[in-house]
């Protein structure tokens, strides 16, 4: 068994190299990184290794001889490379994975990862092509909870972002090659590791974060958020990816009814973590189209921000919450995957691990 693995320099596929060092795959690995030479791609891989608690030993069953040097915009550089040929496991992690509108989301998203895969299904014995989706590529106006179903989502304009319209776009673009082995799994809102919290990645805790600090946001108190740590998410990943047979072609990787936790369990998880009463009695449900009238907070509650870009950013984040979706997960749980542990079990970690960092650079990251 070879594995490519894409996206290993990010968040979840860090977490996904991370989890094959522990199932001792990371030998049999390929890793398809951008940078200027193998070299310093290994250092990337190795380095994010290592933020995701690998330890240095087992970091070091990467070698450079394991890294493909390329970028998905551009297979034709890598396309002759004789090792794709001997790649039997593919999972794809890298994308564009940003709100903004990135120019480039749909040569990355849609564009390359079509040319990656066949490029990779013409010269390889490919047993199964992992797609690493998201959930919220279903678009606007769906019924919670979300089925996992290929016609759980709208291919219009009507999503929210250029980027989840991109992640369905190439589900179905992947579904119509040919003979192509390809499972989908659409996974919910990644955030924080279930014991390093938000050390290997910030990204999406700084949005409670302000929630809190302003003591208003788009969720209800008794509205439940499908949220999942990294490592679950890339545990159920390589489970998805690696098990010989599996009963369906797309799964909800997502905390699904068992595991999501009302907003107002956060709320006493957030307070009990940092110390301070939990903000139930002062909290305000806003509407996005109202969040605007929070501007005036902004510098008594978060400090010396730039103002358009704090409310741009809480707009587009409470649009999503404001859909108020649970993933439903019964599929990946038929497969005898265990359910993701709660955000509330390990909120004060992500809360510990934050300490002292600004929320707007934690914000950074997940705009590029
Ligand atoms: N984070 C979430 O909450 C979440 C939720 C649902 C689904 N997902 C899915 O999970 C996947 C990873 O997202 P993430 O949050 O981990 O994003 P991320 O941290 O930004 O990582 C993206 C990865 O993709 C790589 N990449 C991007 N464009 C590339 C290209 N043209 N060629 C080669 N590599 C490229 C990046 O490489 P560089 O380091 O060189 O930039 C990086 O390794 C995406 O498919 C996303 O849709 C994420």
Not at 83 to 100: E, G, P, Q
Not at 240 to 254: E, F, G, M, Q
Not at 257 to 270: G, T
């Amino acid at each position: 068994m070879i594995i490519l693995l894409t996206g290993s320099t990010g968040f979840v596929g860090g977490a996904v190299a991370a989890d094959l060092a522990t199932r001792g795959l990371l030998g049999a690995t390929l890793f398809l990184v951008r940078a200027a030479d193998a070299t310093l791609a290994w250092q990337r891989v190795h380095d994010n290794l290592l933020r995701f608690g690998v330890p240095a030993a087992l970091a070091a069953a990467v070698t450079p001889a394991q890294i493909i040097c390329g970028d998905m915009t551009a297979v034709d550089k890598f396309a002759q490379d004789e090792r794709l040929a001997t790649i039997t496991h593919v999972i794809h992690c890298a994308a564009l994975a940003t709100f903004s509108t990135n120019p480039k989301i749909w040569a990355n998203n849609v564009d390359g990862t079509v040319a990656l895969a066949q490029a990779v299904h013409t010269k390889a014995k490919l047993q199964r092509w992992l797609q690493v989706g998201t959930a919220m590529c279903c678009g606007p106006g769906m019924t919670s909870p979300v089925n996992e179903s290929w016609e759980s989502g709208l291919s219009d304009e009507s999503h929210l972002v250029p980027y989840t319209q991109s992640k369905l776009a190439v589900e179905h673009a992947l579904k119509a090659i040919p003979g192509f082995p390809l499972v989908v799994a659409r996974a919910s809102i990644v955030v924080g590791h279930s014991t390093l919290g938000c050390a290997p990645s910030p990204s999406i805790f700084w949005v409670f974060r302000m929630a809190f600090a302003l003591e208003r946001f788009t969720c209800a108190p008794d509205e439940c958020i499908d949220i999942i740590p990294a490592d679950w998410c890339a545990s159920a990943m390589v489970s998805l990816a690696l098990k010989p047979s599996l009963a369906h072609d797309l799964y909800h990787v997502s905390a699904g009814q068992s595991s999501s936790n009302r907003f107002d369990a956060i709320d006493i998880a957030y307070a009990k973590a940092g110390g301070t009463e939990p903000i139930a009695p002062r909290y305000q449900q806003v509407a996005v189209d109202d969040l605007r009238s929070l501007v005036p907070l902004f510098q008594e509650r978060l400090g010396r921000v730039n103002r358009l870009l704090i409310l741009r950013a809480l707009m587009l984040y409470g649009a999503f919450a404001e859909l108020n979706y649970v993933f439903d997960n019964d599929r990946l749980l038929g497969e005898g995957i265990a359910p993701s542990p709660p955000l509330a079990d390990y909120l004060a970690e992500c809360v510990r691990t934050s300490e002292g960092i600004p929320m707007t650079e934690q914000m950074a990251h997940d705009f590029k």
